[in-house]
């Protein structure tokens, strides 16, 4: 790793730690969330039937079983997940979306739009495309 490409990625982690903080300062005073919590919701919301065996959820997101496990908890707590038994598998559980959780995704996803705009809409449309594809790039 050349000095160069070192200081690329120590800056691009500062920058999604900034990022993270402005989300999770918004969506928590708004909406009550972090943005880890909201990456958990919307990957629900997204979901057929809004739900998912909790270890493809947490593939989904990028965590351990026992991470999304624990992260669910509070969630759960507040009425906006629910865990649901798999019939055929007792070994599997699913993380179900409520209708508070639907509805509280959708609301805090507007928000996420709004910040995600005003980060990225300092880039043209075409500077924004050629961003996610260098993102694409060396995530592979």
């Known amino acids: 790793m050349t000095p ?17 903080r402005r989300l999770d300062h918004r969506l928590g005073a708004l909406h ?10 919307r990957a629900l919301a997204l979901a057929p039937a809004g739900r998912l065996p ?3 959820l947490a593939l989904e997101v990028g965590l351990t079983a026992s ?3 624990r992260a669910l908890l ?7 997940i629910v865990r649901e038994a798999n019939e055929r598998d007792a070994r599997v559980s699913y993380a179900a979306l409520t209708p508070a959780g639907l509805a509280l995704v959708e609301h ?4 996420t739009e709004q910040i ?8 043209s449309t075409e500077g924004q495309m050629q961003f996610l594809q260098l993102v694409e790039e060396i995530s592979r």
């Open 32 to 41: 009550g969330l972090s943005f880890s919590d909201f990456i958990l919701l």
């Open 108 to 111: 805090a996803a507007i928000t």
């Open 54 to 56: 909790r270890g493809d």
């Open 74 to 80: 509070p969630l759960e707590k507040l009425g906006l």
């Open 67 to 69: 991470g999304v496990t």
């Open 116 to 123: 995600s705009q005003d980060v990225l809409g300092k880039l």
């Open 4 to 20: 160069t490409s070192l200081a690329t990625l120590l800056r691009f982690h500062r920058f999604h730690l900034e990022l993270t």
